[in-house]
Every structure is written in C-alpha cells, then in structure tokens.
C-alpha cells in the first residue's frame, strides 16, 4: 500500500537527489526529512509541523502537495482513533480529611485555571521574532551575512518567500546577500495558531 512516505521517497530516489540535497534547497533538517520517508512521527511534537514539513518537501519534488496529505491523513487518522480506558477505584474519603480535601482541590483549581488562562493568552498571541545574530547593522567586505533568529517552536518562517522551519528550541537560520547601501530585511512568521507576524531590520553595506 503506497504511504506518503513511500511516494517521497521514491520521488527523490527518481530525482538522483540525496536528503543532503533536500536539507539544503528546502532547509528542513536531514533528519526530520528521514522521519517522514519512514514514517517515524515520533519525531515531532504536533501534526500541524508534520504537515508543513510534508507540504514544503512534496512541492519541492514537484509532488502535488495536496495529494502528499492526503496520503498522510489517512494513515496518520488511523493511529489517533486508538482509545484508552483505565478504571479507577473508588475512594473512600474519612469525615476529618474532607475539609483538607476540599482545599487542596480547591488550590489544584486554581493553578490549572491560571495555567490555562495563561496558555489561552499564548495562544491568542502573534509569535514573537527575535534575531540573535548578527548585533551589527553596518558591514564591510562581505557579500552576505547568516541571520539567526529565534520565534516560537513549530512556526512557519517565511523570508523573500522562502519557508523556513524552526528547530526543536525556534531557532532558525537565513543567508541574507547583502548590495551596497541599505538592505531590508523582513521576516514574516505564522504560529500554531495561525496568528502571523513580521519583523523589519535594516543593514548597510558600506
């Protein structure tokens, strides 16, 4: 039975193309592409970085990336409809220990209300953009410099275009060319949320 993984991997196969030269045109890590050419989800925290990770590789072997998904729903649909039961006991609470109960639970309350209040607040949020490296704007001598940004885990960076998939810790790099005089550069991030941001900065060339 054909999988998403199969059909990507014998495209590159057909293409003469080794994951060194997927990693470098699509900038998605080696080794996130072999997770996905073997099926090994285990590999990432969440189905929408699969998905992106799939959609970026499929159009880049000139795989219609939508046929790619569908692939991938359905095999992936297969493993989320596994359930679990556990039955727990029945507890016996004594009468001098149903005051203390009722405050403990009542605090336990509290921290996962201000927990999810928190986490609710995140997720209403844009992602943020930070760029780490370079500190200078001003450079002499050199035709392009590597930005390193920082945003949050499991965005979509896009530069000039060009989707760029974030490590583990939102890390991210881009080479940046650089002519003479001022040079833009903008940064535009999507979350998990679907909640979007940008990020201008400028750098000379003297």
């Known amino acids: 039975m054909l999988t998403v993984g199969h059909i990507l991997k014998k495209e590159r196969l057909s293409q003469n193309l080794t994951l060194k030269d997927a990693?470098?045109?699509?900038?998605i890590r080696e080794r996130y592409l072999n997770a996905v050419e073997t099926e090994d989800w285990s590999q990432f925290s969440s189905r929408v970085y699969i998905a992106?990770?799939?959609?970026?590789?499929?159009?880049?072997?000139?795989?219609?990336?939508?046929?790619?998904?569908?692939?991938?729903?359905?095999?992936?649909?297969?493993?989320?409809k596994m359930t679990?039961?556990?039955r727990l006991p029945s507890l016996q609470i004594l009468p001098e220990t149903h005051k203390l109960l009722?405050?403990?639970?009542?605090?336990?309350f509290v921290l996962f209300a201000s927990y999810f209040a928190f986490q609710f607040k995140q997720f209403l949020s844009p992602p943020e953009i930070t760029i780490i490296t370079p500190q200078g704007q001003v450079f002499r001598n050199v035709q392009k410099i590597t930005?390193?940004?920082?945003?949050?885990?499991?965005?979509?960076?896009?530069?000039?275009?060009?989707?760029?998939?974030?490590?583990?810790?939102?890390?991210?790099?881009?080479?940046?060319?650089?002519?003479?005089?001022?040079?833009?550069?903008t940064i535009e991030v999507v979350g998990p949320n679907g909640k979007k941001n940008s990020l201008s900065k400028e750098y000379i060339l003297e």
């Open 23 to 27: 990693e470098a045109n699509t900038r």
């Open 52 to 80: 992106g990770i799939i959609k970026s590789y499929a159009s880049y072997l000139d795989i219609d990336p939508e046929k790619a998904m569908a692939y991938f729903r359905r095999d992936y649909d297969k493993k989320e």
């Open 84 to 86: 679990f039961k556990k």
């Open 102 to 108: 009722i405050i403990i639970l009542g605090c336990i």
């Open 147 to 185: 930005i390193t940004g920082k945003t949050a885990r499991e965005s979509t960076v896009r530069i000039y275009n060009e989707e760029l998939f974030p490590d583990e810790a939102g890390i991210f790099e881009y080479d940046f060319p650089l002519r003479k005089g001022k040079n833009t550069l």
